[in-house]
């Protein structure tokens, strides 16, 4: 079974300035999939970015960024000139190779993240 | 663009009642995903369905079941309710293509929010 583990409960950072969010998982797949999901106070999930694990190249959208490193299974995203509206719950989660239908996926403990002004 | 439809957004129950969830996918998208959130945590799959047949079985207890129907829409039912079950119910939905992996994401729905007393 896959676990994903987030270790900070909550973050905060300044408008403007640049935070990361760290992410660990812990899988014996060689090919997944790792995305990052925002739950603002709607509660609406909604996708970030995302990782595929057979891809060196580290995801990038917009100002949000992620580092992957694959032999270590650290997933950490990184936001860059943080606005007011990026204050929510970040969670990571990891899904299983495509070639199954209806995959789950698994999410970490979440970060709350809190920007200020 | 149509997005993941859920129905009732609220939902307040009484001990040992039933509840029925539904769920309507995105047009075209034959997967549909369901995850329970209960109050500060994160999301938790219960169970998911490719094409009518059940695809993947997380956590999901006894009391429940669920089944996804001809035009793809799925319902969740829920007997003997228990205060614990009081959760943000999360529907999501995607398309299932065979190596295409982008086309797998799941998109969530807004969620029903039941409230067990």
């Known amino acids: 079974a896959q676990t994903v583990t987030q270790s900070q409960p909550e973050m905060s950072v300044q408008e403007a300035e640049t935070v990361t969010l760290s992410c660990t998982y812990d899988?014996?797949?060689?090919?997944?999939?790792l995305f990052w999901y925002k739950q603002p106070p709607s509660r609406q999930m909604i996708l970030v970015i995302r990782q595929e694990a057979y891809k060196q190249q580290n995801a990038t959208e917009n100002r949000f960024s992620v580092n992957f490193q694959k032999a270590a299974k650290s997933f950490s995203l990184k936001i860059s000139d943080s606005q007011l509206g990026d204050t929510a719950m970040y969670f990571c989660?990891?899904?299983?190779?495509?070639?199954?239908?209806?995959?789950?996926?698994?999410f970490g403990g979440g970060t709350r993240l809190m920007v200020k002004p | 663009a149509a997005g993941v439809i859920q129905s009732p957004r609220h939902l307040i129950k009484e001990k040992r009642e039933t509840a029925t969830l539904k769920c309507y996918p995105i047009p075209r998208h034959d997967t549909v995903y369901w995850y329970q959130q209960g109050p500060g945590q994160d999301p938790q799959f219960l169970i998911s369905?490719?094409?009518?047949?059940?695809?993947d079985k997380g956590s999901i207890p006894d009391r429940f079941s669920a089944q996804q129907f001809s035009d793809y829409h799925s319902e969740l039912n829920m007997s003997s309710l228990e205060l614990g079950d009081s959760a943000l119910y999360f529907c999501a939905s995607s398309l299932y293509e065979y190596g295409g992996a982008m086309d797998n994401e799941q998109f969530f729905g807004p969620g029903t929010r039941l409230t067990v007393l």
């Open positions: 899988t014996s797949e060689n090919n997944y999939y």
């Open positions: 369905f490719y094409e009518k047949m059940q695809s």
């Open positions: 989660a990891f899904m299983k190779p495509w070639y199954n239908a209806g995959n789950m996926l698994t």
